[in-house]
């Protein structure tokens, strides 16, 4: 029967590897969704359903269908936001 001895550098490389791991990730945890549902966006930016269903017909917001579910790319409705950014406030 073969003995397996770990050491103290083992251990430390297992930790080093295990850190790397986590905060990989957190990180991808910490981005958000790549892809909200109708509810999602509506509460994200504070809209009404019929106001949502507007900024999908006039295409302003894009949008897949899957199954009669639809959703919205997080980075694409950040992008919409961007784009129609208005600086009369300034």
């Not at 106001?51 to 919205?72: A, C, D, F, H, V």
Request: hydrophobic share 35%; net charge positive; no cysteine.
């Amino acid at each position: 029967m073969a003995t397996n001895i770990v050491t103290i550098e083992d251990l430390q490389i297992f930790k080093n590897e295990l850190i790397k791991e986590l905060t990989s990730i957190y990180n991808n945890k910490a981005q958000g969704p790549k892809f909200l549902k109708s509810a999602d966006v509506r509460k994200m930016l504070g809209l009404s359903a019929g106001t949502l269903q507007t900024l999908r017909i006039n295409g302003s917001l894009p949008y897949t269908k899957l199954n009669g579910t639809l959703y919205y790319s997080y980075d694409e409705v950040i992008e919409a936001l961007n784009k129609n950014k208005s600086n009369k406030d300034k």
